[in-house]
């Protein structure tokens, strides 16, 4: 799997749910018209899916390797975004940063030069080829030049 699908199928599946923390605490709604389902009833209308052989083994593998992962509030994906924001592009940029690499299902540390930001897809690109979800960054920082040059 490549990195834009592993990032493709990241954004479809673990997408941001703070926008939905007011109605996260409500209690389930009880309907007084209808009886409660049944668990067998319930089951049956995902049966069509037990056709997907081996697709619970694939969900479960990429659970655990996003065990590791947490999820940046929206406070802070826009404070990564307005970071990227304000690199002027213009110029050279070494960039440090630590983000969740989906591969290994940790955390990483990288330094590298910024090639460009592919905004459409949200992602950083840098010179040496490596992509990185930019929703996928915990920290980053912009490594100064030395004086002189």
Not at 98 to 114: A, C, K, P
């Amino acid at each position: 799997m490549t990195n834009k699908q592993q990032w493709q199928a990241e954004q479809a599946q673990f997408n941001d749910t703070s926008r939905y923390n007011d109605i996260m605490d409500v209690p389930r709604h009880i309907s007084r018209a209808h009886l409660p389902m049944t668990k067998q009833d319930r089951a049956g209308q995902f049966a069509p899916f037990a056709a997907l052989t081996g697709y619970r083994e694939l969900l479960d593998k990429a659970a655990q390797r996003y065990a590791n992962k947490r999820y940046p509030t929206g406070k802070e994906v826009q404070a990564i975004f307005a970071f990227f924001r304000g690199l002027p592009m213009d110029e050279t940029v070494t960039l440090e940063l630590t983000y969740f690499n989906g591969e290994s299902g940790y955390y990483d540390h990288y330094r590298g030069t910024l090639s460009r930001i592919n905004w459409a897809q949200q992602v950083a690109c840098f010179v040496d080829g490596l992509l990185i979800p930019l929703r996928s960054i915990r920290d980053v920082s912009r490594e100064e030049e030395p004086h002189g040059k």
